[in-house]
């Protein structure tokens, strides 16, 4: 991480200001992540394998294991094709904190943590359709390939990626 990037904690252990801080901010990239109400953002943090958030809540990600009690169709999609894995669901960084590093220490936190776990791969997934160009290349800097398409339900349509757990980000 850059210097002047915030430190992370497990979400979980922030209290509701906090909380409803990372909400918003989920919701304000709705468009990439999905919207949440409150309740289901709670129950996501409840089921997540790990929830980490910059202390100044300028930035969320959540990630399942294949044993998650989660039913997004992405995670079940993974489920479906490898015994053990750590799905990133979502990853969000404030606008104002962009280009700090967040992101990156935040994909090497459970990229340590899955290769510490016996874990053998991290997926995740990227819009294709409303594209996300800046996602695209982020993944593909830290080694993610595409290994299947599909589109949801809600029509749209999404790109999985996934790389070993245990090599280290570029």
């Known amino acids: 991480m850059t210097v002047g990037a915030p430190g992370f904690r497990d979400a979980r252990s922030l209290g509701n200001g906090g909380l409803e801080a990372l909400l918003a901010l989920n919701n304000a ?52 094709r490898w015994p053990r894995f750590a799905y990133v669901d979502r990853v969000v960084v404030a606008p104002e904190s962009r280009g700090r590093g967040i992101a990156r220490a935040l994909y090497a936190a459970v990229l ?14 990227v819009n294709l359709d409303p594209p996300n160009p800046a ?4 993944h593909a ?29 570029r």
Request: with cysteine; hydrophobic share 50%; proline share 4%.
């Open 135 to 138: 996602s695209d290349a982020f």
């Open 141 to 169: 800097t830290l080694g993610f390939a595409e290994v299947g398409r599909t589109t949801l339900p809600s029509g749209k349509a999404v790109r999985y990626l996934k790389r070993p757990a245990a090599a280290q980000p």
């Open 29 to 80: 990239h709705a468009t990439e992540l999905s919207h949440l109400a409150l309740a289901r953002f709670r129950a996501l943090l409840d089921a997540a394998w790990l929830a980490l958030a910059a202390e100044d809540c300028s930035a969320l990600l959540l990630a399942f294991d294949q044993g998650a009690v989660y039913d997004s169709p992405n995670s079940l999609w993974f489920r479906e």
């Open 112 to 125: 340590a943590r899955a290769a510490a776990g016996g874990l053998e791969r991290v997926c995740c997934e």
